[in-house]
Antibody, heavy 122, light 107 residues
Framework: QVQLMQSGAEVKKPGASVKVSCKAS????????IHWVRQAPGQGLEWVAI????????SYAQNFQGRITVTRDTSTNTIYMEVSRLTSEDTAVYYC???????????????WGQGTLVTVSS | EIVLTQSPGTLSLSPGERATLSCRAS???????LAWYQQKPGQAPRLLIS???DRPPGIPDRFSARGSGTDFTLTIARLEPEDFAVYYC????????FGQGTKVEIK
């Protein structure tokens, strides 16, 4: 069965960086784009980034340009998201999610990871 | 950027009642690029229905969606106890954006 397994919760100080992982299984890793979506406490969903596991450059939301880097490791079927220069406003649950259609960036998100809570606090 | 505005913010209903949730887009868009998700506390969102794929396997047919242009609606025909949750609309035709959510609570 399709699974997206994310790394565990993180606590970071302002100004630090955090790297969250999303390991895919149960399907052909390179066939489906992966997104990152975040949710601040008590708030809604915010799209962060997209990556094509088969290649090409990731795309990032305007709000995060220059602070977020998404990478892939096809040997381990894992997507990574690194956020730098953290502030308290980055405190959120970060989800990875899979595009439903094969090789498409224009379909809904059919599978989600369990979420990774990143807390930024001094 | 397409902004999605959901209403109402909270819907208070009883089990068995019909729920109608609204999602308004800031510009015209195709219903083929609109999806609805359900989220329960402490859980990841779950895809309910979309223009691209209709209802995924396992989603009951009491959930339906319609709309065109800028106005879209999710209807839950008869609320079951497990349907009380937060619902988000999402567009994926021009970048990706979500509405702010509608909470369906037990009256």
């Amino acid at each position: 069965q399709v699974q997206l397994m994310q790394s565990g919760a993180e606590v970071k100080k302002p100004g630090a960086s955090v790297k969250v992982s999303c390991k895919a299984s149960g399907y052909t890793f390179t066939s489906h784009y992966i997104h990152w979506v975040r949710q601040a406490p008590g708030q809604g969903l915010e799209w962060v980034a997209i990556i094509n596991p088969s290649g090409g450059s990731p795309s990032y939301a305007q709000n995060f340009q220059g602070r977020i880097t998404v990478t892939r490791d096809t040997s381990t079927n894992t997507i990574y998201m690194e956020v730098s220069r953290l502030t308290s406003e980055d405190t959120a649950v970060y989800y990875c999610a899979r595009e439903a259609k094969i090789s498409s960036a224009y379909s809904p998100f059919d599978y989600w990871g369990q979420g990774t809570l990143v807390t930024v606090s001094s | 950027e397409i902004v999605l505005t959901q209403s109402p913010g909270t819907l208070s209903l009883s089990p068995g009642e019909r729920a109608t949730l609204s999602c308004r887009a800031s510009q015209r868009m195709s219903s083929a690029y609109l999806a609805w998700y359900q989220q329960k506390p402490g859980q990841a969102p779950r895809l309910l229905i979309s223009g691209a794929l209709d209802r995924p396997p396992g989603i009951p047919d009491r959930f339906s969606a319609r709309g065109s242009g800028t106005d879209f609606t999710l209807t839950i025909a008869r609320l079951e106890p497990e349907d009380f949750a937060v619902y988000y609309c999402q567009q994926y035709g021009t970048s990706w954006t979500f509405g702010q959510g509608t909470k369906v609570e037990i009256k």
